[in-house]
């Protein structure tokens, strides 16, 4: 998982990536690959 400031360069990369906020944090998770995964926060 990367930790990024910006996430939108990871949200870009593919069209399944969702953004998601979890317990003060905004990731970046992706079903159908999940090597595709940031967080930010």
Known sequence: MR???SLR???V???NCRVVR???RV???NKK???M???QG
């Open 33 to 35: 690959n999940p090597r």
């Open 9 to 11: 360069s990871a949200k």
């Open 27 to 29: 990731y970046v998770i």
């Open 3 to 5: 930790v990024r400031n």
């Open 37 to 39: 995964k940031a967080r």
């Open 22 to 24: 979890r317990r003060g």
């Open 13 to 15: 990369r593919d069209k």
